[in-house]
């Protein structure tokens, strides 16, 4: 009986340490904000802004000079700023929990060919990590499977809700493909040689791509009784309502991507990666295919590339009219995708202007994803989607929160991590 007892105390201890805060209610009286310096996502500012917002949407974007009646609860925000909601693009947020226990990764599918996998469906309201990216202004994402060649279908959710349901903005809003590299090295490890070479089985791996996509194609012009569910679900991508989402580096590999996927009769393209993507600006802005880049804090692919090839790349594709944002994906990615204010900081220390920075984040972000008419900028009509920073939200020492609403809601920023610190900063402070 004793053995009952304690199970069951540990099981509720477990629930109560690793539960979410609840998902704040649906927004009930109109909420005002004056005085800030509002940065609207389009590259424009307000120094001292009015914002309003009543519903879950936005009602009023304009100056505090004007005349006009404030209405519900006011927020006084002089001296701070107000910003969009930050969007993670090619994000695994709520697919992983804890990296080192296989049981909770929930982000590869087994199988090469899976245009089928939905993400969304995978995805953890509960995450604990999903929690830890609203205190700094991260507020949505596209939640994007791995692995394989076709890796499955993302959506976009946003990061207050009690599940998947409640949380998605757009639901299987694009496919990914993983395009193969062109050239290949030896595992070093082994013994092998570890210098770059052309890899022989390339053009097998493009042949293997482009007949999946014509045997798509074949089935969806056929009427055939039997249901084949990958097949079924490339569909969107032949008459433009799904956007397909390549992860390619190199300009032969970007170059090839785009050449086949337009022959094959795939014209929504986006590219994420994009290393080399500046050698093929042309092609990109030709085709309107819009990149995601990765995190800046890398070092270069290529031998060849100039030592801040990661810092200026942005800017670089931004001034030969490429549409940029900014994605999450690699090591320790689910972490780190907290830390995107700070990357897209990084890119403006690094040549591009601040607001256009921003924009990677928020309006060029909700372009590629293909819900600009509802999030990316504080505009009439749109989500109230925002947060009040003290100060520079790309500026690590700037970025504190004071206040962030979802749709109107008004969404706690606390955090097991905002606990944490706040507990070992009374500890000291005590001293």
């Known amino acids: 009986m004793k053995k009952i007892i304690y199970s069951l105390m540990f099981f509720f201890l477990m629930i109560n340490i690793n539960a979410q805060q609840t ?25 001292n802004s009015l914002i309003m917002f009543s519903d879950g949407k936005i009602t009023f974007v304009g100056s505090a000079m004007m005349r006009i009646a404030r209405i519900g609860t006011v927020i006084n925000a002089k001296g701070k700023h107000i910003y969009p909601g930050l969007i993670a693009t090619n994000a695994s947020l709520g697919l992983a929990e804890i990296d080192a226990v296989k049981a909770t990764r929930d982000f590869d599918e087994v199988g090469t060919m899976n245009p089928h996998i939905r993400s969304l469906i995978a995805y953890n309201a509960e995450s604990k990590v999903v929690e830890s990216m609203r205190p700094n202004g991260v507020l949505m994402a596209q939640i994007t499977p791995r692995g394989g060649l076709i890796s499955g279908t993302s959506s976009i959710v946003q990061l207050d809700a009690w599940n998947w349901e409640d949380a998605a903005i757009k639901t299987d809003d694009a496919i990914h493909m993983n395009w193969p590299g062109s050239f290949t090295s030896g595992r070093w490890w082994l013994g092998e040689d570890p210098a770059l070479k052309a890899d022989p089985n390339y053009g097998k791996n493009i042949d293997e791509i482009k007949q999946y996509f014509l045997n798509a194609k074949n089935y969806l012009a056929s009427n055939s009784d039997t249901k084949h569910i990958p097949y079924e679900s490339t569909k969107g991508l032949f008459d433009g309502s799904t956007k397909l989402f390549i992860h390619a580096s190199g300009a ?6 785009i050449t086949i996927c337009k022959e094959l009769g795939i014209n929504n393209l986006a590219l994420v990666h994009g290393e080399g993507a500046d050698s093929v600006a042309d092609l990109l802005v030709k085709n309107n295919v819009g990149v995601v880049l990765e995190r800046p804090h890398r070092n270069p692919n290529s031998e060849d590339d100039a030592y801040d090839y990661t810092y200026t790349i942005a800017k670089t594709l931004v001034d030969k009219g490429v ?28 040549g591009l202007n601040k607001e256009v920075a921003l924009q990677l984040l928020t309006s060029n972000s909700a372009k590629i994803l ?4 509802k999030v990316g900028t504080l505009e009439v009509g749109k989500d ?22 979802i749709q109107g809601r008004d969404i706690s920023l606390e955090t097991h991590q905002t606990k944490l610190w706040k507990r070992y900063s009374n500890k000291y402070k005590s001293k």
């Open 323 to 350: 549409l940029v944002c900014l994605g999450m994906e690699g090591q320790m990615e689910r972490m780190n995708t907290r830390n995107l204010p700070f990357y897209a900081g990084t890119f403006a220390a690094h």
């Open 252 to 257: 032969k590999e970007i170059t090839d991507a």
């Open 384 to 405: 109230a989607t925002l947060f009040i920073s003290d100060g520079d939200a790309l500026d690590m020492r700037g970025n504190v929160l004071s206040k962030a609403f």
């Open 23 to 47: 998902p704040a209610a649906k927004q009930s009286n109109p909420i005002t904000i004056e005085g800030a310096t509002a940065h609207l996502g389009n590259g424009q500012v307000i120094e």
């Open 370 to 373: 293909g819900i600009d008419d």
